[in-house]
T-cell receptor, first 110, second 115 residues
Framework: QKEVEQNSGPLSVPEGAIASLNCTYS??????FFWYRQYSGKSPELIMS????GDKEDGRFTAQLNKASQYVSLLIRDSQPSDSATYLC??????????FGKGTRLHILP | DVKVTQSSRYLVKRTGEKVFLECVQD?????MFWYRQDPGLGLRLIYF???????EKGDIPEGYSVSREKKERFSLILESASTNQTSMYLC??????????????FGEGSRLTVL
């Protein structure tokens, strides 16, 4: 069974600090990796995608991928109260099936 | 602007009723998906389609069927609704391709309650 694991949280981070969200996946041949943000009562929205080892930066967000360790992370710099949400990690493999983790709840403390 | 529209935001149905959930996307996406989301269980894939008239079972297809007669429309059908199908249903679409497939655009969701 292919799996994507995330700590459910809640992860509490002071405003202005760096929030670090982590995700591990079981299928070694996974090819594409995504982070979605879901506000309470809303549907998920894509915020980052990463396809090769290393870091990818987009504004305050940085996605990090380490395929050898089967590990993906999302860093949010200068955290804002508006970043409080559930963050879903998703992974696709050779068969194009998309597998979601159950999400990490992030709470930014004002 | 990219848009995935689900026909009903909130539905209340009785056990045994037939339920149709409609989803329309205006982005000319080949791929369309139906998920359900439940607390503690995350997003679970019900059915997906990579082309018109094509459908594939996801992880939890039992009790559901789908229809894709046109590229922009993907319908989820509950033939005989049961209380354990009370859930939030999310439709999504994406372009084909290894990278693009996982770049999903979601609709606003349909919250179904089965009494």
């Amino acid at each position: 069974q292919k799996e994507v694991e995330q700590n459910s949280g809640p992860l509490s981070v002071p405003e202005g600090a760096i929030a670090s969200l982590n995700c591990t996946y079981s299928d070694r041949v996974s090819q594409s990796f995504f982070w979605y943000r879901q506000y309470s009562g809303k549907s998920p929205e894509l915020i980052m995608s990463i396809y090769s080892n290393g870091d990818k930066e987009d504004g305050r967000f940085t996605a990090q991928l380490n395929k050898a360790s089967q590990y993906v992370s999302l860093l949010i710099r200068d955290s804002q109260p508006s970043d409080s949400a559930t963050y879903l990690c998703a992974v696709t493999g050779r068969d194009d099936k998309i597998i979601f983790g159950k999400g990490t709840r992030l709470h930014i403390l004002p | 602007d990219v848009k995935v529209t689900q026909s009903s935001r909130y539905l209340v149905k009785r056990t045994g009723e037939k339920v149709f959930l409609e989803c329309v996307q205006d982005m000319d996406h080949e791929n369309m998906f139906w998920y359900r989301q439940d607390p503690g269980l995350g997003l679970r894939l019900i059915y997906f389609s990579y082309d018109v008239k094509m459908k594939e079972k996801g992880d939890i297809p039992e009790g559901y069927s789908v229809s894709r007669e046109k590229k922009e429309r993907f319908s989820l059908i509950l033939e005989s609704a049961s209380t354990n199908q009370t859930s939030m249903y999310l439709c999504a679409s994406s372009y084909p391709g290894l990278a693009q497939t996982g770049e999903l655009f979601f609709g606003e969701g349909s919250r179904l309650t089965v009494l």
